[in-house]
C-alpha cells in the first residue's frame, strides 16, 4: 500500500458571486492538463435544491508520476449552490450562475505507489527498509518533489482566485 505524505493543510477558496460554471470547470481542467496531471474525476453530482437553485459537486484527484517510485497529487473540491440568471454582455444574453462556491484545495506525495515495500511479513522489517530508503536514498528528490508541489498548490489557488476575480458578472 502506497504511502501519503501531505504537504500542506487544506486551503478553501469561498466567495458569493455571478460566475459561469461551465468556464470555471473548464479552466481548472486546462490548469491541469497543461501542467501534467492526470485527472480522475472521482466524483460529479448537479442536482436541483428547490426554487430555481442548483447544487453541484465535484471531487478531482489530479495525478502527476514523478518517477516509478513516486507521484504528486492535488485534489480539488468544489462545493457550489447557484441559481441561474440571465445577463446581457456585449449585447448578447448569457446564462450565468450565481450563488456560493467553495473550493478545497490539497496536496501530497504518494511514495511505493507500486507497493514495493509493502508489509508482506509480519515483523514489519519491509517497512523499516522503506523508511531507510526513503529517508537516505530519496530524501532530496522527495523535498524537490515537495518544492514542486507547493509551487504548484500555490498557483493553482492563486490562479483560481484570479479567475473568479476577473470573470465576475455582478
Request: charged share 35%.
Amino acid at each position: 500500500m502506497a504511502v501519503m505524505d501531505y504537504v500542506t493543510p487544506v486551503t478553501k477558496i469561498k466567495q458569493s458571486l455571478s460566475f459561469d460554471m461551465k468556464e470555471l470547470y473548464k479552466m481548472c481542467q486546462s490548469w491541469m492538463k497543461e501542467r501534467g496531471y492526470k485527472i480522475e474525476e472521482a466524483e460529479y453530482a448537479e442536482s436541483g435544491a428547490g426554487e430555481g437553485r442548483q447544487k453541484t459537486h465535484f471531487l478531482w484527484k489530479c495525478e502527476k508520476k514523478m518517477d516509478p517510485y513516486t507521484k504528486v497529487i492535488i485534489e480539488m473540491k468544489l462545493l457550489a449552490d447557484t441559481a441561474n440568471v440571465i445577463i446581457e454582455q456585449d449585447e448578447k444574453k448569457k446564462t450565468v450562475q450565481e450563488g456560493n462556491v467553495s473550493i478545497s484545495i490539497g496536496g501530497y506525495i504518494e511514495k511505493d505507489i507500486e507497493d514495493d515495500w509493502a508489509l508482506k511479513v509480519k515483523t514489519g522489517i519491509d517497512r523499516f527498509f522503506r523508511e531507510l530508503y526513503d529517508k537516505f536514498g530519496k530524501g532530496q528528490k522527495f523535498e524537490e518533489y515537495e518544492g514542486k508541489l507547493k509551487k504548484d498548490l500555490d498557483a493553482v489557488i492563486y490562479d483560481i482566485k484570479t479567475y473568479l476575480k476577473m470573470h465576475r458578472y455582478d
